[in-house]
């Protein structure tokens, strides 16, 4: 059973607000929960054929599950000035979902390696919002938009101290991997209770000597990556989003316009760190051309640096970018034939559109949105 009940009222049809330049007013509010199955074929033993031989199940079937539920509530409100000429809209929503599927570490006695169980809590909550204008004189009309979204969320609980069906044992799990960007473990995606869904942490790091500076062998004059304790560096998440579009109309014509930037969050690239270990990228001809890589008052090899930080080396956190961007994600042209040219009998548009066509500012080395 998911429940859902929404109510919204038009205060513009209840009350005069005309004298406060408001033509339209309508307040909204709703509160849903929703479920989401867990994979299919795990309720049941799943074993797996190679080459004629059958393979022993290691995870033990689900037997116990309940659908993860996400409860959430919303609410916003619309408003119109001046003759509908000024809109606004404003949402705000919180989210919580229970119940996600976890794999733990199942107890020898039980004959398989892993279980299924139902467990965890994450909450999500955002603001959406939008101002407007458009108006029209004579064969000419103007509307542009502005919106406005941000999302946040928040790890409440793992499966760390849930108790185990299967012997009445707490389950051990403080922390769990997502996601591995690097090929050696690092940086990952790493889920901990009070994080969040995007949080990127890092375990190899260019070794320090004791003033915390890079450390140089005084020997062969390299440098070298040291396994560290689990640290936050950055989050794949947005601060926020922006965009703005704009649309102009004249006698049939249309050309619309639309802007998009991405506030914050970062983005690992895998490539950069490939370009960098094979000497191949522009940054790694720039250092051989200097001699070196400057490393606190001297010179270290480019070849030894980049191939001790490059791909393979589990030290991506020297390949994170800020994720900020700003474009012009549309442009589109059009223009609406003459329905007397097809004896008012058919409607045409003919249009042009390009997408992506100008990155305004870009911090990292390729496009963020992309991958």
Do not use: C
Request: aromatic share 12%.
């Amino acid at each position: 059973f998911y429940p859902s009940v929404g109510l919204s009222a038009v205060i513009s049809s209840m009350a005069d607000l005309s004298k406060a330049g408001i033509s339209f007013l309508k307040v909204r509010g709703s509160y849903a929960e929703v479920g989401n199955a867990p994979e299919r074929y795990i309720t049941g033993p799943n074993y797996t054929l190679t080459n004629g031989v059958v393979s022993t199940a290691t995870i033990a079937p689900a037997k116990h599950l309940e659908a993860e539920r996400t409860k959430s509530f919303e609410a916003g409100l619309d408003v119109k000035f001046l003759g509908n000429k000024i809109s606004a809209t404003a949402t705000y929503y919180n989210t919580n979902t229970y119940n996600q599927l976890f794999l733990y570490d199942a107890p020898p006695s039980s004959g398989y390696k892993q279980k299924y169980i139902n467990a965890g809590k994450v909450n999500n909550w955002g603001i959406e919002a939008s101002a407007g204008y458009k108006n029209t004189w004579r064969d000419f009309s103007w509307a542009t938009t502005l919106n406005f979204s941000m999302n946040r969320n928040k790890i409440i609980r793992l499966a760390n101290g849930v108790i185990s069906p299967v012997d009445g044992q707490p389950i051990d799990m403080p922390y769990l991997e997502k996601a591995t960007l690097g090929d050696a473990g690092s940086p990952q995606v790493i889920l901990y209770e009070g994080g969040t869904m995007g949080d990127l942490y890092i375990n190899r790091e260019l070794r320090t000597d004791l003033n915390g500076n890079i450390y140089v062998d005084p020997q062969t004059n390299k440098v070298e990556l040291t396994t560290t304790e689990r640290r936050k560096v950055a989050s794949l998440l947005p601060k926020g989003n922006i965009g703005w579009s704009n649309s102009f109309a004249w006698k049939g014509l249309n050309l619309n316009v639309m802007f998009a930037a991405r506030l914050g969050g970062s983005v690992v690239s895998n490539t950069e760190a490939f370009l960098d270990y094979y000497g191949v990228s522009e940054r790694s001809a720039a250092a051989r051309e200097a001699g070196g890589v400057r490393i606190n008052n001297g010179m270290v090899d480019a070849q030894n640096y980049y191939q001790t930080i490059g791909a393979g080396t589990g030290a991506g956190a020297y390949y994170i970018y800020d994720a900020t961007n700003v474009r012009m994600q549309e442009l589109s042209l059009a223009y609406t034939l003459p329905k007397r040219w097809f004896r008012q009998k058919m409607a045409m548009t003919v249009s042009l559109v390009g997408r992506n066509l100008w990155m305004i500012y870009n911090k990292a080395p390729f496009d963020p949105e992309v991958t």
